[in-house]
T-cell receptor, first 118, second 115 residues
Framework: EAGVAQSPRYKIIEKRQSVAFWCNPI?????LYWYQQILGQGPKLLIQFQNNGVVDDSQLPKDRFSAERLKGVDSTLKIQPAKLEDSAVYLCASSLAGQGRPYNSPLHFGNGTRLTVT | AQKITQTQPGMFVQEKEAVTLDCTYD???????LFWYKQPSSGEMIFLIY??????QNATEGRYSLNFQKARKSANLVISASQLGDSAMYFC????????????FGTGTRLTIIP
């Protein structure tokens, strides 16, 4: 089966510019996650979707970050305006976990987008 | 709230030796799952092994096994017969079995296998 697809692979922008990341999850996976991984740290959940509804966005900086999942499949994460501290790898993951599905389903991650804000 | 602690920022191990990566956790959830992921320098997160809090036996997957001690709230990863390709970051993570299923990660351990 095809894995989680993310693009772009790398992005360099100046502070105060905007940027968008795209994610296509594994077919049939109801749950989609966006994680932020700052260098030297573990991934931190930004937002979790189940189908096209938001389950958890408690750690999403909503003044500058936004995300959507149209039709319960692809998702985009946007940052506007970017700050220096947003430099990180943005990981998208998907999982079968959700209503009626096994809770022990692992998350499958994409290769991530490495963002550098200068 | 959940918390994962990985106290070993880095480890060096001779090739072919076994290695144990430590993970302790804290949670108020009665039922939960524990996961280990490997992150090579290329950046992708690779799922290795899963342990449920009510599983009677410790999980094993090939050269990976999980030393789960529920009373001590520890879930250490054991890699047997280490290989050069095992050099990577390793993350312990946990998720409640019910609810919003948020997966929380530790800070990771960087494992380097020495030839």
């Amino acid at each position: 089966e095809a894995g989680v697809a993310q693009s772009p692979r790398y992005k360099i922008i100046e502070k105060r510019q905007s940027v968008a990341f795209w994610c296509n999850p594994i077919s049939g996976h109801a749950t989609l996650y966006w994680y932020q991984q700052i260098l030297g740290q573990g991934p931190k959940l930004l937002i979790q979707f189940q189908n096209n509804g938001v389950v958890d966005d408690s750690q999403l900086p909503k003044d500058r970050f936004s995300a959507e999942r149209l039709k319960g499949v692809d998702s985009t994460l946007k940052i506007q305006p970017a700050k220096l501290e947003d430099s990180a790898v943005y990981l998208c993951a998907s999982s079968l976990a959700g209503q009626g599905r096994p809770y022990n389903s692992p998350l499958h991650f994409g290769n991530g987008t490495r963002l550098t804000v200068t | 709230a959940q918390k994962i602690t990985q106290t070993q920022p880095g480890m060096f191990v001779q090739e072919k030796e076994a290695v144990t990566l430590d993970c302790t956790y804290d949670t108020s959830d009665p039922s939960y799952g524990l996961f280990w992921y490997k992150q090579p320098s290329s950046g992708e997160m690779i799922f290795l092994i899963y342990q449920g809090s009510y599983d009677q036996q410790n999980a094993t997957e090939g050269r990976y096994s999980l030393n789960f001690q529920k009373a001590r709230k520890s879930a250490n990863l054991v890699i047997s017969a280490s290989q050069l390709g095992d050099s990577a970051m390793y993350f312990c993570a946990m998720r409640p079995s019910f609810g919003n299923e948020k997966l929380t990660f530790g800070t990771g351990t960087r494992l380097t296998i020495i030839p």
